[in-house]
């Protein structure tokens, strides 16, 4: 089995920063393409930022410039850098992953974390 466990949530002031960090463990064989999603209340699931193995990244639109995906594959972790932090980026985030365990890759969720952004 695969478990992916976020942290690094919490309530931030408007402007400030977070980082989440989503780390991977089980029967991993590999993992492919790793990402962030988040779902505000009375929204759908949207996706902030994602990563390939390979490093190449995409966002957002709306988080461009202000937040920065990254990986360490040797961790199996991913970790998500959100800067000048707007209320609007209030949200449960949720890490996902593409994980094989050695012959398909199979989709995987966390179980959230909420991040708050005051005014």
């Known amino acids: 089995q695969v478990q992916l466990v976020e942290s690094g949530g919490g309530l931030v002031q408007a402007g400030g920063s977070l980082r989440l960090s989503c780390a991977a463990s089980g029967n991993i064989f590999s993992i492919k393409r790793m990402g962030w999603y988040r779902q505000a209340p009375g929204k759908q699931r949207e996706l902030v930022a994602g990563?390939?193995?390979?490093?190449?990244?995409n966002y957002a639109d709306s988080v461009k410039g202000r937040f920065t995906i990254s990986r360490d594959n040797a961790k199996n972790t991913v970790y998500l850098q959100m800067n000048s932090l707007k209320p609007e980026d209030t949200a449960v985030y949720y890490c996902?992953?593409?994980?094989?365990?050695?012959?398909?890759?199979?989709?995987?969720w966390g179980q959230g974390t909420q991040v708050t952004v005051s005014t």
């Open positions: 990563i390939n193995s390979g490093g190449s990244t």
């Open positions: 996902n992953g593409e994980v094989s365990m050695g012959y398909t890759y199979t989709d995987y």
